[in-house]
């Protein structure tokens, strides 16, 4: 089974500032396998980052993601209002097939 | 544009079974793989379980014997029910697409909550 750990487990910012989200796996992720994404109360997640790096349809160039093997990071360059929200890692391929981290709130300092 | 529409029973006592259904539009059912996954009130995410037309399924060992998804593409739904319901099984239950990449889900329903309780 890979496990999942994201850090921090809340990050307190202000409006500006960047963001600096990681996700830690148990064991190495394809980096084709892993996903970012973003949760607003009351909402579905939305899918920000896949493959490690790579931008969903319609996401701010302000959101990257980076990293390989045990080590994945999201980070938002200049935070928005509408930024502040839940963040899930997630990858593809262990046992289960799919699995998300914890999550990490990002909220206003 | 792809839209999900998920529908449950809202509440279910224990013991028993749950059955939800993910009606898709804007997509062909038969041409991508569909997930269930849920969220217990103030919780992480949890997969479940996925379909693919051909017939193709896959579970979360941590549900398995007691999830079953199937799907219908003359409706253009796919369902899940959740047998043997306890406290535990009580969440946001969310359908969702799997991208064409395969890893990751690309539309999400907006989801049904489902409670368990006498």
Known sequence: ?109 | QVHLQESGPGLVKPSETASLTCVVSGDSISTSYWSWIRQPPGKGLEWIAYIYYGGSTNYNPSLEGRVTISLDASRSLFSLRLTSVTAADTAVYYCARVSSGGADFDHWGQGTLVTVSS
Not at chain 1, 43 to 62: E, F, H, M, N, V
Not at chain 1, 66 to 79: A, M, Q
């Open chain 1, 1 to 109: 089974e890979i496990v999942l750990t994201q850090s921090p487990g809340t990050l307190s910012l202000s409006p500006g500032e960047r963001a600096t989200l990681s996700c830690r796996a148990s064991q190495s992720v394809t980096s084709s396998h892993l996903a970012w994404y973003q949760q607003k109360p009351g909402q579905a997640p939305r899918l920000l980052i896949y493959g490690a790096s790579t931008r969903a349809t319609g996401i701010p160039d302000r959101f990257s993601g980076s990293g390989s093997g045990t080590d994945f990071t999201l980070t938002i360059s200049r935070l928005e209002p509408e930024d502040f929200a839940v963040y899930f890692c997630q990858q593809f391929g262990g046992s289960p097939i799919f699995s998300f981290g914890p999550g990490t709130k990002v909220q206003t300092k």
